[in-house]
């Protein structure tokens, strides 16, 4: 009944006001870029569609004035416009010009959300449910037993948690195996793996890549980050190959591993070479921290491309920011070589500098995936057993509206998804992003 009224209540509310909109501005005026995110997400809840503004004031959100909207905004301390209908109609031709680097993609539902994360407290904190609870966008949290349940398919995107999908318990084993923390982890999931039918770990984890896999091939978003980026890969390189030591598993890992590891597995990575030593904290050559050289933190940034909004509208949307140069942040896996990325990938965000990529972006059957190196990027060392970030202190931080850019992009139409992922369909016919 609720649901009716406030239907209802949009019908008639709505009708009289369509002579304005509502405009988010996302450039340098706005004071809560994060929150933005939220209110857009929280009006295409009630039904109402919003328009991205690709390019236009840093990627601004516009959609049909309502009370009810413009009180929410108030409560959440974004800063928005009025605009009256002319005045709209005229943005949006100034962004529908040709020789304009811009474009507008209407959303239209709220991607269902679930991230893949331990139920238990972990010693660290992870930037996309903090990016998510501060936006207040709705999220469920799976991991292993709802996924191998084949619960994925409920949900629109994915993110993985900050995790090790080759069942070495994020290599910790030198530094935490005596703490209490560590030996919990293990325990649980020695557990939730015979729970599982597995008789180890790293069975159970290979179990659940290859069920994200499905998902993302039938139409699926995955979002990762840190660690979660290159042990995906890793894992699905080592399908049918031991790369485990026995402290992990109970046995040793096949000698002949690197040899037998299959990169047309994977969807990001090649050629990469595995770092076995159960002692070292590093899963492979594919992150950047390998062998990197000694940069200072002030000068560790790295820089968004930027695409043409009307014909490549994936990655403009998903580089979305008032800024195109964002200060780096370490994590276990702070970012990728490139000699190691895949000639398909698309390098979202770079250091060229130092030859490695920050933030890339691909697809695989009918869906798509985005990975981002390291752990917080408001933090640019985050250690073991450190506070979460507070993001009220940084608001409008570019690096995290790439994490939300991820967030929104599955709520744009469906058939345009489609088209831009099988090249069928000329991307200036009118047709939708779902």
């Given amino acids: 009944m609720k649901k009716i009224f406030f239907t209802l209540f949009f019908v008639f509310s709505i009708s009289g006001l369509y002579a304005s909109y509502i405009l988010i501005p996302m450039d340098d005026s706005q004071r809560e870029h994060l929150k933005a995110y939220g209110i857009a997400y929280w009006v295409l809840e009630k039904d109402v569609k919003v328009d991205w503004l690709l390019n236009y004031r ?9 009370d009810a909207f413009e009180r929410e905004c108030r ?16 943005i949006v031709q100034e962004i529908s010009h040709p020789e304009a680097n811009m474009d507008v993609i209407q959303l239209e539902t709220p991607p269902k959300i679930a991230v893949y994360s331990p139920k238990t407290a972990q010693p660290w904190d992870d930037a996309v449910t903090l ?12 991991y292993n037993d709802e996924i191998l349940s084949d619960e994925l398919p409920k949900y629109d995107w994915l993110h993985l948690h900050h995790e090790d999908f080759t069942g070495q318990y994020g290599k910790f084993y030198r530094a935490y195996r005596h703490a209490q923390w560590y030996k919990d982890q ?16 790293s069975d159970m984890k290979l179990g659940v890549v290859l069920k994200i896999r499905d998902f993302v091939s039938g139409g699926g978003f995955m979002f990762a980050m840190c660690s979660a980026t290159d042990t995906y890969d890793i894992a699905l390189a080592a399908k049918n190959v031991d790369i485990v030591d026995y402290m992990f598993d109970g046995d040793p890992p096949d000698p002949q591993a690197q040899e037998k590891l299959d990169f047309s597995n994977t969807l990001a990575f ?4 595995l770092r076995m030593d159960p002692y070292e904290y590093q899963h492979s050559t594919i992150d950047a921290n390998f062998r990197r050289p000694q940069v200072r933190q002030e000068m560790d940034v790295f820089t968004l491309f930027e695409f043409s909004a009307k014909w490549d509208p994936v990655p403009t949307m998903l580089t979305q ?11 276990q896996t702070t970012a990728f070589r490139k000699d190691h990325i895949k000639p398909n990938v698309t390098i979202l965000g770079e250091n060229a500098g130092l030859n490695e990529a920050k933030y890339i972006h691909g ?5 798509m ?16 057993g450190d506070p979460p970030t507070d993001l009220s202190l940084h608001p409008t931080s570019p690096g995290y509206r790439l994490i939300l850019n991820n967030v929104l992009f599955p709520a744009a139409r469906k058939e345009k998804r489609k088209t831009l992922i099988d090249e069928q369909i000329s991307p200036v016919e009118t047709i939708s992003l779902k």
Avoid: C
């Fill in 58 to 66: 840093g990627g601004s959100f516009a959609f049909r004035r309502v």
């Fill in 75 to 90: 409560l959440r301390g974004v800063n928005y416009e009025i605009v009256p209908s002319a005045a709209y109609t005229r």
């Fill in 131 to 142: 990016a998510l609870s501060y936006a207040e966008i709705p999220y469920d949290v799976i």
């Fill in 186 to 201: 293990v325990a649980d999931l020695e557990s939730m793996a015979q729970r599982n039918g597995f008789s180890k770990v």
């Fill in 270 to 273: 090649k050629d990469f070479q």
């Fill in 321 to 331: 920011s008032h800024k195109r140069v964002i200060k780096g942040f370490m994590g």
């Fill in 363 to 367: 697809t695989f059957g009918y869906g």
């Fill in 369 to 384: 995936w985005t990975f981002y190196g390291g752990h917080d990027p408001e933090d640019y060392r985050h250690f073991v």
